[in-house]
């Protein structure tokens, strides 16, 4: 059972336009919703993360948006450069030492 | 300051060979953590440590074990590989749990024929 759904799966955008990821999840006692940025050949690290006592929280280009009510959460990523294009993943997690839960992973390609 | 480190980088197994997949952290971090990363299926866990001494599976924890063998160690093993092993290996670690900043190494990328 996922219970971090993303997508899409894969993403366009030209350079200088906006990137959208977005994620669903289903346990309600999720209390803290990173992302995560991964290269290739290398291997995923943290870009910005989040906790449900706020709806916001920007990091320079980088935005997550968070909806308690929907149980949804999305990456915004403002003027996408070539240099963004990487995979990105959604992650949660609700207590205690368990571990991280990820999504599937999305896929982004800037283009010039 | 090496963060995770994994070792080897890149291997080809035999089916029904068996090998260990090495890692190391020196950030003092209380948890690691084995995930696998095929093409589609994302970061799937194996097998984590949420303290010394202690192991726990995930979602994906059939053909592997683990050692935590000391705070910084933790190792994945392999005792009959399959072809559906073949996948790109990642060990990570955290201070405490999920809640906290996960430390990924560089990977290992294993394929079995």
């Known amino acids: 059972q996922q219970q971090v759904k993303q997508s899409p799966q894969s993403l366009i955008v030209q350079k200088g336009g906006i990137s959208i990821i977005n994620c669903a999840y289903e346990?309600?006692?999720?209390?803290?919703f990173p992302w995560y940025q991964q290269f290739p050949g290398k291997g995923p690290a943290l870009l910005i993360a989040?906790?449900?006592?706020?709806s916001e929280k920007k990091e320079g280009r980088f935005t997550i948006s968070f909806n308690k009510s929907a149980k949804q959460f999305s990456l915004h990523i403002m003027d996408s450069q070539p240099g963004d294009s990487a995979t990105y993943f959604c992650?949660?997690?609700?207590?205690?030492?368990?571990?991280?839960?990820f999504g599937k992973g999305t896929r982004l390609s800037v283009i010039a | 300051n090496a963060g995770v480190t994994q070792t080897p980088k890149f291997q080809v197994l035999k089916t029904g060979q068996s090998m260990t997949l090495q890692c190391a952290q020196d950030?003092?971090?209380?948890?690691m953590y084995w995930y696998r990363q095929d093409p589609g299926m994302g970061l799937r866990l194996i097998y984590y440590s949420a303290s010394e001494g202690t192991t726990d599976k995930g979602e994906v924890p059939n053909g592997y074990n683990v050692s935590r063998l000391n705070k910084r160690e933790f190792s994945l093993r392999l005792e009959s590989a399959a072809p559906s092993q073949t996948s790109v290996y990642f060990c990570?670690?955290?201070?405490?749990?999920?809640?906290?900043?996960?430390?990924f190494g560089q990977g290992t990328r294993l394929t079995v024929v």
């Open positions: 990570a670690s955290s201070e405490v749990g999920g809640g906290t900043e996960a430390f």
């Open positions: 950030m003092n971090h209380n948890s």
């Open positions: 992650a949660a997690y609700y207590s205690g030492n368990t571990p991280l839960v």
């Open positions: 346990n309600t006692a999720f209390d803290y």
């Open positions: 989040i906790r449900p006592d706020v």
